[in-house]
């Protein structure tokens, strides 16, 4: 079982430019999240999902777009990356009933913007 | 709305106790708390629900006061491994559950 897999660990973008954060789990969780981490800020939800084709914001959802197709996938996108945006991004999952077993964390994205 | 960790940071030597407090302005369904250590991801350590029972996790455990919409996090015998920051996340009641929302933070340093 390799849990929540995010890649890539490490990116820099320039202003302006868009990509995509994967984020995959093979533990067949309904329920995915995203959170960004900036020093002294905790943990802040972007998006999250809790089935294929279900999304919903979260606190900080500007500038980030999420789709669900799957029940594995949840990849978050960068429209237009600004400085702001630099942050450690992890991806989460949760089966539906089961969060008395805790959300599972991915290991995280760092991202840089110049 | 961001639930309210104290104190933001604690010294500890190995073997002392500690609390880490985590409150909420909503009525809460749930609690949840983890750990976190440099460079890492967070890691679960225990969930408290609304009617439940306090809980606990080796030396490591959990309250929740309902009346009060705060959980605390009881450390006791403190070791070298449970340095790291203590996060508290929660679930309002009647909101979207699974809408996970953390506190900023308990930096925990245990030292010999």
């Known amino acids: 079982n390799a849990g929540v897999t995010q890649t890539p660990k490490f990116q820099v973008l320039k202003t302006g430019q868009s990509m995509t954060l994967q984020c995959a789990q093979d533990?067949?969780?309904?329920?995915m999240s995203w959170y960004r981490q900036d020093p002294g800020m905790g943990l802040r939800l972007i998006h999250y999902?809790?089935?294929?084709?279900?999304?919903d914001q979260g606190e900080v959802p500007n500038g980030y777009n999420v789709s669900r197709s799957t029940t594995e996938d949840f990849p978050l996108r960068l429209l237009s990356a600004a400085p702001s945006q630099t942050s450690v991004y992890f991806c989460?999952?949760?089966?539906?009933?089961?969060?008395?077993?805790?959300?599972?964390f991915g290991s995280g994205t760092r991202l840089t913007v110049v | 709305q961001q639930p309210v960790q104290s104190p933001q940071a604690v010294i500890l030597r190995e073997g002392e106790d500690a609390v880490i407090n985590c409150s909420s302005s909503?009525?809460?369904?749930?609690v949840h708390w983890y750990r976190q250590k440099h460079g890492e991801a967070p890691v679960f350590l225990m969930i408290?629900?609304?009617?439940?029972e306090q809980k606990g996790h080796e030396k490591i455990s959990a309250s929740f006061n309902e009346k009060k919409q705060q959980s605390s996090l009881y450390l006791t015998a403190s070791q070298l491994s449970y340095s790291g920051t203590y996060f508290c996340?929660?679930?309002?009641?009647?909101?979207?559950?699974?809408?996970?929302?953390f506190g900023k933070g308990t930096l925990l340093t245990v030292n010999p």
């Open positions: 408290l629900l609304k009617g439940g």
């Open positions: 999902s809790v089935g294929a084709g279900i999304t």
């Open positions: 909503k009525a809460l369904y749930s």
């Open positions: 996340g929660t679930e309002i009641s009647g909101g979207s559950n699974y809408k996970l929302t």
């Open positions: 533990m067949n969780h309904e329920y």
């Open positions: 989460a999952s949760s089966g539906l009933g089961g969060t008395i077993h805790g959300y599972t």
